[in-house]
Protein backbone atom coordinates (compact mmCIF):
# COMPACT_ATOMS: atom_id res chain seq x y z
CA UNK A 1 0.00 0.00 0.00
CA UNK A 2 2.94 2.01 1.42
CA UNK A 3 4.69 1.31 -2.01
CA UNK A 4 1.66 2.06 -4.30
CA UNK A 5 1.09 5.31 -2.68
CA UNK A 6 4.59 6.58 -3.22
CA UNK A 7 4.94 5.55 -7.17
CA UNK A 8 1.28 6.70 -8.05
CA UNK A 9 2.59 10.47 -6.35
CA UNK A 10 5.61 9.83 -8.57
CA UNK A 11 4.15 9.34 -11.78
CA UNK A 12 1.60 12.19 -11.70
CA UNK A 13 4.72 14.39 -11.06
CA UNK A 14 6.75 13.04 -14.20
CA UNK A 15 3.86 13.13 -16.33
CA UNK A 16 2.62 16.83 -15.11
CA UNK A 17 6.75 17.91 -14.72
CA UNK A 18 8.78 15.47 -16.43
CA UNK A 19 10.71 14.91 -12.55
CA UNK A 20 10.11 15.37 -8.49
CA UNK A 21 11.55 16.55 -5.42
CA UNK A 22 12.24 13.87 -2.94
CA UNK A 23 8.97 13.25 -0.47
CA UNK A 24 8.55 11.34 2.00
CA UNK A 25 5.03 9.52 3.81
CA UNK A 26 4.47 7.09 6.14
CA UNK A 27 1.76 4.07 7.13
CA UNK A 28 0.14 4.41 10.24
CA UNK A 29 -1.13 2.17 12.57
CA UNK A 30 -4.28 2.53 11.24
CA UNK A 31 -3.41 1.90 7.78
CA UNK A 32 -3.55 5.44 6.22
CA UNK A 33 -0.94 7.46 4.43
CA UNK A 34 0.53 10.48 6.00
CA UNK A 35 2.53 12.18 3.39
CA UNK A 36 5.69 14.25 5.39
CA UNK A 37 6.30 17.93 4.24
CA UNK A 38 9.28 19.96 4.37
CA UNK A 39 9.22 23.27 3.14
CA UNK A 40 11.78 26.36 4.44
CA UNK A 41 10.99 29.08 1.83
CA UNK A 42 12.91 27.99 -0.93
CA UNK A 43 10.81 26.91 -4.02
CA UNK A 44 14.05 25.44 -5.43
CA UNK A 45 15.62 23.26 -2.94
CA UNK A 46 18.60 21.23 -3.22
CA UNK A 47 17.42 17.05 -3.67
CA UNK A 48 20.31 16.08 -1.52
CA UNK A 49 19.24 18.45 1.50
CA UNK A 50 16.04 17.73 1.38
CA UNK A 51 16.80 13.53 1.63
CA UNK A 52 18.76 14.18 4.58
CA UNK A 53 15.71 16.25 6.43
CA UNK A 54 13.21 13.63 5.35
CA UNK A 55 15.56 11.05 7.15
CA UNK A 56 15.86 12.88 10.08
CA UNK A 57 12.07 13.38 9.95
CA UNK A 58 11.73 9.67 9.53
CA UNK A 59 14.00 8.32 12.05
CA UNK A 60 12.06 10.85 15.02
CA UNK A 61 8.68 9.76 13.40
CA UNK A 62 9.94 6.08 13.57
CA UNK A 63 10.46 6.89 17.75
CA UNK A 64 7.20 7.78 18.17
CA UNK A 65 5.91 4.34 17.31
CA UNK A 66 2.68 5.41 15.84
CA UNK A 67 3.78 4.33 12.38
CA UNK A 68 4.15 0.95 10.92
CA UNK A 69 6.40 1.99 7.76
CA UNK A 70 7.94 4.75 6.84
CA UNK A 71 9.37 5.93 2.98
CA UNK A 72 10.89 8.10 0.87
CA UNK A 73 10.85 8.46 -3.11
CA UNK A 74 13.21 10.03 -4.95
CA UNK A 75 14.44 10.31 -8.61
CA UNK A 76 18.06 8.44 -9.08
CA UNK A 77 19.81 7.56 -11.98
CA UNK A 78 20.56 3.71 -11.80
CA UNK A 79 23.01 1.37 -14.25
CA UNK A 80 23.71 -2.30 -14.13
CA UNK A 81 26.82 -1.89 -16.18
CA UNK A 82 28.40 1.21 -14.89
CA UNK A 83 28.13 2.89 -17.96
CA UNK A 84 24.65 3.21 -19.44
CA UNK A 85 22.70 5.35 -16.78
CA UNK A 86 18.92 5.40 -16.61
CA UNK A 87 16.29 7.24 -14.70
CA UNK A 88 14.26 5.75 -12.63
CA UNK A 89 12.03 6.48 -9.32
CA UNK A 90 13.44 5.06 -6.06
CA UNK A 91 11.14 4.15 -3.06
CA UNK A 92 13.20 3.11 0.04
CA UNK A 93 10.46 1.65 2.44
CA UNK A 94 11.29 0.10 5.98
CA UNK A 95 8.50 -2.15 8.42
CA UNK A 96 8.54 -1.48 12.16
CA UNK A 97 9.50 -5.48 12.02
CA UNK A 98 12.82 -4.96 10.09
CA UNK A 99 12.56 -5.60 6.81
CA UNK A 100 14.22 -2.79 4.31
CA UNK A 101 14.18 -2.90 0.75
CA UNK A 102 14.75 -0.30 -1.86
CA UNK A 103 12.27 -0.58 -4.86
CA UNK A 104 13.29 0.99 -8.28
CA UNK A 105 10.82 1.85 -11.91
CA UNK A 106 13.14 2.28 -14.18
CA UNK A 107 11.45 5.40 -16.59
CA UNK A 108 12.02 7.31 -20.14
CA UNK A 109 10.56 10.23 -20.85
CA UNK A 110 9.56 10.39 -24.34
CA UNK A 111 9.78 13.66 -27.13
CA UNK A 112 6.15 14.02 -26.51
CA UNK A 113 6.43 14.15 -22.67
CA UNK A 114 5.30 10.70 -21.97
CA UNK A 115 6.25 8.40 -19.94
CA UNK A 116 7.40 4.71 -20.48
CA UNK A 117 8.29 2.21 -17.28
CA UNK A 118 10.36 -0.46 -17.27
CA UNK A 119 10.28 -3.32 -14.76
CA UNK A 120 10.50 -2.90 -11.49
CA UNK A 121 12.83 -4.85 -8.89
CA UNK A 122 14.40 -4.23 -5.32
CA UNK A 123 16.95 -4.97 -3.27
CA UNK A 124 17.70 -5.32 0.19
CA UNK A 125 18.75 -2.25 2.28
CA UNK A 126 19.98 -1.24 5.71
CA UNK A 127 17.90 -0.46 8.28
CA UNK A 128 17.96 3.50 9.18
CA UNK A 129 14.86 4.63 10.41
CA UNK A 130 13.56 2.32 12.71
CA UNK A 131 15.50 1.11 15.58
Not at 62 to 85: H, R, W, Y
Not at 112 to 123: A, C, L, R
Amino acid sequence: MLLDYQLQFAKNQLQKYSSFYPYAALMKEDEKMEALRIYEGDEHPKPLELIEKFNSLLRSSAKLETSIACSLCKDVKISKNGIDKKDAIQVDLEHRNGESLSVFLPYAIQNDKSVIYGNVFSQIKEKEWFD
